[in-house]
């Protein structure tokens, strides 16, 4: 729950900005959703590995969900707005017009996407001067991380992009700034993807050893030379222009902004858990292990003092749970590699034809067809036989190789519904797995990790659930409200707007503003002993 909220009857509004959909939700004093809209966004991928969106389809698609959020309530009852976003880099000129990222120069297309792997070339460079600021982001930084795509434009696009730009921005900070003129960056956003350091800023010498020694003349006003904590108020809140284009009340407090995985860990990580027997009641909140899957998975697990775990990002201080270090475990490619296997298999139009016909979702209809084709066995060992490695779009954590490719082992000649499903199964397990690995790295290093807590789109799916608390053997929390990362953009907003002094933080119990009370336990199935399976596979 939000807490006491100062004025009753006051509403909060959230933007979630995920990688295929923009939603809004309107969010009370209480922490509930009241309403709720969506919407697709487009994408490009013009390359292989260079994947881009544009900054006004998406600023569109915001207006769109958040009027429709809004509609027939009384608007004088919002009291404040939060955006989370994507870890994607934007890009605009001097005047804050979109620049193009393309070969093409189509400036309609301004972002480079966070899953975009251009920057290899850049990154391994990067990676090679060993700078100190390299120890914050696991020891190796990601290709997904802002520097090398930076140094990319720099590199290929100098005179119809670097030139000529002027901002270049965190999805969420850009919202954030076209909501309120305000171009400050979050803290969140800096710390996490740009090298920024709470405690010390920039680095210059980091920036000048990669060649984008730019920034540093410039102190910064590129990337951000005012940084604010997220949920901090914005400038004088929403301009009048920005309140037209989002249907909401100029002036309304706007909060500085959360990247997607964090919102969403900011949302389950304080749930309370109280009577579901769970090791992690009563238990500090650094015993909870936060997992947002949606395309990808980020694994945010948090701890008093920094724990450097090699492969997993940061530590990085403050930038989820004021006052808490974070690191983030992320598998690049989740809900994405899960659309992939099952869409581009023979049988799928098959699939699609059934479960249209019987009104389900195709990931429904596949699961209850594991079940249909089990027979004696638990669904988890239709896959004895049919292994997936899931690192089709390279290793993200713990093994930070962006040059691993995904592999499928024990394929057979026929492609029929039972081929598909079991292959479905087997790409949620090498999942799971992955989590798995990424929890052992993080407890080899000092996190002690007792439960896990699953948002985003991939945890409404309950094979993908039961899967993680089988393969890790830890009990799985789903909060009651299912957009809790949307719960966490409306969060920021409450926070900016000053009804909430700030994200409360209560060390035996979590962030004190989690899902309401009655959250949905999944404790790992004992009868299919799939966990002691993995583990005797992994002995052999
Ligand atoms: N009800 C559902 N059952 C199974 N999978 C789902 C369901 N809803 C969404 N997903 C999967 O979740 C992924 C997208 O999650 P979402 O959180 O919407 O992503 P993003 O934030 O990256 O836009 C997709 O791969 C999709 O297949
Ligand atoms: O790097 C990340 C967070 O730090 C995410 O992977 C990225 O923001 C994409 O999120 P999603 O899978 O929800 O689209």
Known sequence: MLGE???????????????GSVRAALVDQRGSLLAFADQPINKWEPQFNHHEQSSEDIWTACCVVTKKVVQGIDLNRIRGLGFDATCSLVVLDKQFRPLPVNCEGDFHRNIIMWLDHRAVSQVHRINETK????????????????????????????????????????????LSWKATGVTARSLCSLVCKWTYSAERGWDDSFWKMIGLEDFVADNYSKIGNQVL???????NGLTPEAAKDLGLPAGIAVAASLIDAHAGGLGVIGADVRGHGLACEGQPVTSRLAVICGTSSCHMGISKDPIFVPGVWGPYFSAMVPGFWLNEGGQSVTGKLIDHMVQGHAAFPELQAKATARCQSVYAY??????????????GFLTVDLHVWPDFHGNRSPLADLTLKGMVTGLKLSQDLDDLAILYLATVQAIAFGTRLIIEAMQAAGHSISTLFLCGGLSKNPLFVQMHADITGMPVVLSQEVESVLVGAAILGACASGDFASVQVCEDQGVGHGPSPSETVLPPDSSSHLAKHIQDIIKK
Request: glycine share 10%; hydrophobic share 40%.
């Open 131 to 174: 700078h100190s600021v390299l120890q914050y982001v696991g020891g190796v930084m990601s290709v997904e991380m802002q520097a090398p795509k930076l140094l990319w434009l720099k590199e290929n696009l100098r005179e119809t992009c670097w030139d000529k730009a002027g901002h270049f921005f965190d999805l969420p900070d850009f």
């Open 5 to 19: 909220a100062q004025e009753p009857g006051s509403y909060y509004v959230g933007v979630d900005v995920g990688t």
């Open 229 to 235: 904590p997220p949920g901090a108020s914005l400038g």
């Open 366 to 379: 596949l699961n209850s067809h594991l079940d249909l084709i089990k027979k004696a066995q638990p669904v």
